[in-house]
């Protein structure tokens, strides 16, 4: 690799740690570990090609340019620490794999209109994730929590949404929405 190659590819991992709070390969090997999966796999349940998930990785590619990828990343995250903490089984995880890989269909294109899974409207859980996925898109978790800190003072409401749903974990987030609706 030459040195504009090197520096390519540390420019990508840098954006990468801004836009999703690490670089990709860290994060998708710790996933790899966490889940017993294998890149393949990952990259299956991702939705993306196997080649994609491995310039991710190298810093070949910065960002992960389909939401629907995102929302997964996401919901493998929040899987893997459920796993860690013994509140899911390794048997429970292998299903919720298989629904985290369905989940939002395979390109932006085909979400129009979709709803949960049951046909009805979007659950509160799907509303929660993309206000995740929106934050997280624009900021990583630490500069979102600086933003609410100097917020707070002024605008503890306001402070507090960016800290639930930009930083925090997304049965938290659900709380939130759900004591601030009706």
Known sequence: ?????????????????????????????RLIDDLGLNQARLAAVLGLSAPMLSQLMSGQRAKI????????????????????????????????MEEIKKSQGGSVLTNTGQTSPAGGAPTVRRVVREIQSLLRSVAAAGDIIVAADSLAPDHPELAEFLRVYGAGRTADAVAHYEGHQG
């Open 1 to 29: 690799m030459d040195a504009a190659q090197q520096e390519a590819t540390a420019r990508a991992r840098e954006l990468q740690r801004s836009w999703y709070g690490e670089p990709l390969g860290a994060l998708f090997r």
């Open 65 to 96: 340019g389909n939401p629907a990828v995102v929302q997964r990343v996401q919901a493998l995250q929040e899987l893997a620490g459920q796993v860690a903490d013994g509140s899911v089984s390794a048997g429970e995880a292998t299903d919720r």
